[in-house]
Nanobody, 116 residues
Framework: QVQLVESGGGLVQPGGSLRLSCAAS????????MGWYRQAPGKERELVAA???????RYADSVKGRFTISRANVKNTVYLQMNSLKPEDTAVYYC??????????WGRGTQVTVSS
């Protein structure tokens, strides 16, 4: 089993910033892809950003230019830097990892609320 622990969510005003972290319980080099999804009330879960081993990051059109996904290999951690936050970014954000064996894992989620 792979454990994914998210942190960094919270309440922020429109235009503000937050940084989410997702720490994996295994070496990040055993992971093919790590990414962030979000789910707002009444909506389906959607991809926000993903980072594939050896590949370029992918972003949802709605967050391009505002969010940045990055990784710290020594900490087995992936980050999501979120700038210029908007009320429509409000959601529960989930970390996802797909390991080299093909299994798919999810974190428990962290709430991000953008409101004045």
């Amino acid at each position: 089993q792979v454990q994914l622990v998210e942190s960094g969510g919270g309440l922020v005003q429109p235009g503000g910033s937050l940084r989410l972290s997702c720490a994996a319980s295994i070496s990040i080099f055993s992971i093919y892809s790590m990414g962030w999804y979000r789910q707002a009330p009444g909506k389906e879960r959607e991809l926000v950003a993903a980072l594939t081993s050896g590949g370029s990051p992918r972003y949802a059109d709605s967050v391009k230019g505002r969010f940045t996904i990055s990784r710290a290999n020594v900490k087995n951690t992936v980050y999501l830097q979120m700038n210029s936050l908007k009320p429509e970014d409000t959601a529960v954000y989930y970390c996802n990892a797909i390991v080299l064996a093909g299994n798919d894992y999810w974190g428990r989620g962290t709430q991000v609320t953008v409101s004045s």
